[in-house]
């Protein structure tokens, strides 16, 4: 097992930027796939950007270029760097880890973009 915990959440401004870790409890080295995904109230969980063993990347059309996951797995950690943010990337987002059958998620951290 493995719990994951976000931060770096919070309000900006839009055209703002923030950046959200993930701290792993124990090494991500293992688990092939970290992400980033966000829901909305009546919307489905959706996925923001995910991040492979290495260093191939997979981003949502909505986010490409102004997005970027990073993961160090010598930190145990995950990152999104969200720059020119904009009202509709307002939601929670959850970090995610997956290897084999098992997923991991984290509790969620509130991203609110005001106009």
């Known amino acids: 097992q493995v719990q994951l915990v976000e931060s770096g959440g919070g309000l900006v401004q839009a055209g703002g930027s923030l950046r959200l870790s993930c701290a792993a409890s124990?090494?991500?080295?293992?688990?092939?796939?970290m992400g980033w995904y966000r829901q909305t109230p009546g919307k489905q969980r959706e996925l923001v950007a995910e991040?492979?063993?290495?260093?191939?990347?997979i981003y949502a059309d909505s986010v490409k270029g102004r997005f970027t996951i990073s993961r160090d797995n010598a930190k145990n950690s995950v990152y999104l760097q969200m720059n020119s943010l904009r009202p509709e990337d307002t939601a929670v987002y959850y970090c995610s880890g997956r290897s084999g059958l098992t997923s991991y998620w984290g509790q969620g951290t509130q991203v609110t973009v005001s106009s």
């Open positions: 991040i492979i063993s290495g260093s191939n990347t």
């Open positions: 124990r090494s991500i080295f293992s688990i092939n796939f």
